[in-house]
């Protein structure tokens, strides 16, 4: 398995919850590691992605509320979310991409994990 993805669960609106995503050698190693979320009938959407010099970017809707890291060590990495909303409700996914810039776009990430339910409620 080249990436999987840990943590989802229930919580209620205003919560916090700290998702993960395991990385093989091979796919922590790819230049950008991002994770996007699929609610139930919308396109999967962008979310957050890190480079590997650690530089970050975030989808409006979740900037300032969610932070993403990684831990080289553990070939793992973090989304953070804080302040959490019942439209946040989504299957999350990780995914590695070779591609420098920041990309947003899901065709631009050649790995993905299976994905983890967050499921916020009011």
């Known amino acids: 398995v080249q990436l999987q993805a840990s943590g989802g669960g229930l919580v209620q609106a205003g919560d916090s919850l700290r998702i993960s995503c395991a990385a093989s050698?091979?796919?922590?190693?790819?230049?950008?590691m991002g994770w996007f979320r699929q609610a139930p009938g919308k396109e999967r959407e962008f979310v957050a992605c890190?480079?590997?010099?650690?530089?970050?970017e975030y989808a409006d809707s979740v900037k300032g509320r969610f932070t993403i890291s990684r831990d080289i060590t553990k070939k793992t990495v973090f989304l953070q979310m804080d302040s959490l909303k019942p439209e946040d409700t989504a299957v999350y996914s990780c995914?590695?991409?070779?591609?420098?810039?920041?990309?947003?776009?899901?065709?631009?990430?050649?790995?993905w994990g299976q994905g983890t339910q967050v499921t916020v409620s009011s």
């Open positions: 995914a590695a991409s070779p591609y420098m810039g920041s990309p947003r776009e899901t065709q631009k990430y050649d790995y």
């Open positions: 050698e091979r796919t922590f190693k790819m230049h950008t």
């Open positions: 890190i480079s590997w010099s650690s530089l970050t």
